[in-house]
C-alpha cells in the first residue's frame, strides 16, 4: 500500500471554462488573449462595450495606427501570470485592482495565491493549450459560414465580395443533403440542409463539412476564386493539426500559413485605412 501522487501538466476546456480557471477576463476584454498580450479596440462612434482584436486596428484620428505582427506577438509567461496577479493582490484600492486587472486581462483570484502555485507542473501560460474543437468547428468554420451567407453581425462585405448568392447558396444546401446520403455513418451522421437550418450541426457536423464536401461544393461559387483559395487553406490547416504526429518543420510551416490564412481573412473581412 502506497500513497500515489499524480500532478497536472495539461488541462484541457472550451474557452469560457479556461478562461475562469486562469482569472482571465474574457474574450471581450481589452487583453483577452491566454496565449499573448495583445489588446483589443472598441466601436466607441456606436457605444460598444466589446472589445476586438484585429492585427491591424482601424484608424484613429490623430493617433498611430498599431499593427500586431502575428509570428511575433507579446507572449505571456508563467511569471507574467504571477506577477500581475501579485500585484492585484497587493492594490491597496478596487480602483486600482480594476485598472491593473483590466490592463493585463487578469481578475483578483478567487483562491490564495499560495494556492494557485502549489502545484509546480502547472504553467499558466503553457498548460492550457487551445482546444481544436472550440477553436474550429465550434468557431471559426460557423462564423465563415455567417460571412458567406450574410448574416454575420450584420456587416456587409465593405470593399470585397465574399458572399454567396442566396440562390446559389439553396443549391449548396441542397447538394450537402444529397451528399450524405451515400457516405456511412461510421463517418458522419446526416447533415441537414446547411441553407435552411444547421442549428443541429456539431463539431463532427462542422468538421466534415468544411474538410470533405466544402472545398467542392463551394468550387466556383465564390464571386471570386482567392475566397475559395482561402477556404482551401484552413482545411490544409486543420487536416494538418489533426495528425496523430507532426514534425518539427510541419510546425514550422503551419505557424507560418496560419498567421498568412489570419492576414487575409483580415483583409478581406474587415476594412482598415492603411495610411
Known sequence: MFWLRAYDIFKLGDILAIEKLLEIRGHNGFAPCRSCLITGVRNKSDNKTNYYVPLTPPTQPDTPNPHWDPLHLPLRSHAHFEEVLQEIDEAETATEKERIGKKN??????????????????????????????????????????????????????????????????EIGEETAAAIANIPAAFVRVLSNIADDHSSFTAESWSFWIIYLAPTL????????????????????????????????????????IAAWVIKYEKSVIYYETG
Open 218 to 257: 463551394l468550387c466556383s461559387r465564390f464571386p471570386k476564386a482567392k475566397y475559395h483559395k482561402h477556404l482551401c487553406e484552413l482545411v490544409w490547416i486543420m487536416k494538418k493539426t489533426l495528425q496523430f504526429s507532426i514534425t518539427h518543420a510541419e510546425i514550422d510551416e503551419l505557424e507560418q500559413r
Open 105 to 170: 486581462g487578469l481578475r483578483a483570484g478567487h483562491l490564495p495565491l499560495s494556492d494557485r502555485w502549489r502545484v509546480g507542473s502547472i504553467d499558466f501560460s503553457k498548460s492550457f493549450p487551445w482546444e481544436w474543437m472550440h477553436v474550429f468547428p465550434e468557431n471559426i468554420v460557423p462564423t465563415l459560414v455567417k460571412h458567406w451567407t450574410g448574416k454575420f453581425k450584420s456587416m456587409d462585405t465593405g470593399k470585397e465580395d465574399y458572399q454567396i448568392a442566396d440562390h446559389i447558396w439553396v
